[in-house]
């Protein structure tokens, strides 16, 4: 199975902040990496796909990277309601596997 | 408005079955691979299992392989998943999941849960 290792597992940053959150695979998983925002009590939310693409609707100010086994979530400026964890998923091979997830704290 | 709906979610002893349903609506529904994922108390998201837009191709993780059993009735716009011998292991919140592409896939409406609890 493809292991998911995300970096830092935990955040704390001021409103405005850049953020950045690693994602590394085990194996090689091409482009076939997706983000995800979890509220708690809300129904999970797709950010990012194909490593890159932004999914229609969501801010600007995020964005992603990467290819092969390192990936990277960038928020450029970080909002109130960006306060959230963010996991990561890999379509690659199956079975499709998450990261352990990153918990983003607005200070 | 694309929508989905889980239910099914209760208490039940270790060994025990349970069957949890997802409601679609607000799209075309026998077109779209369709998707479990569960988030345990306190862990992260875990893909449980995956179904064909026709049934005909049905994927799962190693951990539920001949315990679960995902199906669809398109004729319903509705998605299901049987649990049987259940173990604590897996109490999680479950999700349904629609995957927008599956050429290039990634789950793009996702329901807002329903919790099952395994427990004596």
């Known amino acids: 199975d493809v292991q998911l290792t995300q970096s830092p597992s935990f955040l704390s940053a001021s409103i405005g902040d850049r953020v950045t959150i690693t994602c590394r695979a085990s194996q090689g998983v091409r482009i076939y990496l997706i983000w995800y925002q979890l509220k708690a009590g809300k129904a999970p939310k797709l950010l990012i796909y194909g490593a890159s693409t932004l999914q229609s609707g969501v801010p600007l100010r995020f964005s992603g990277s990467g290819s092969g086994t390192e990936f990277t979530l960038t928020i450029s400026s970080l909002q109130p309601e960006d306060s959230a964890t963010y996991y990561c998923q890999q379509i690659s091979e199956y079975p499709v596997t998450f990261g352990g997830g990153t918990k983003v704290e607005i200070k | 408005e694309v929508q989905l709906v889980e239910s099914g979610g209760y208490l039940v002893q270790p060994g025990g079955s349970l069957k949890l349903s997802c409601a679609a609506s607000g799209f075309t529904f026998s077109n779209y691979w369709m998707n479990w994922v569960r988030q345990a108390p306190g862990k992260g998201l875990e893909w449980v299992a995956n179904i064909k837009y026709d049934g005909s191709a049905k994927n799962y993780v190693d951990s539920v392989k001949g315990r679960f059993t995902i199906s669809r009735d398109n004729a319903k716009n509705s998605l299901y998943l049987q649990m049987n011998s259940l173990r604590a292991e897996d109490t999680a919140v479950y999700y349904c999941?629609?995957?927008?592409?599956?050429?290039?896939?990634?789950?793009?409406?996702w329901g807002q849960g329903t919790l099952v609890t395994v427990s004596s």
């Open positions: 999941a629609r995957d927008e592409d599956h050429s290039n896939s990634r789950f793009d409406c």
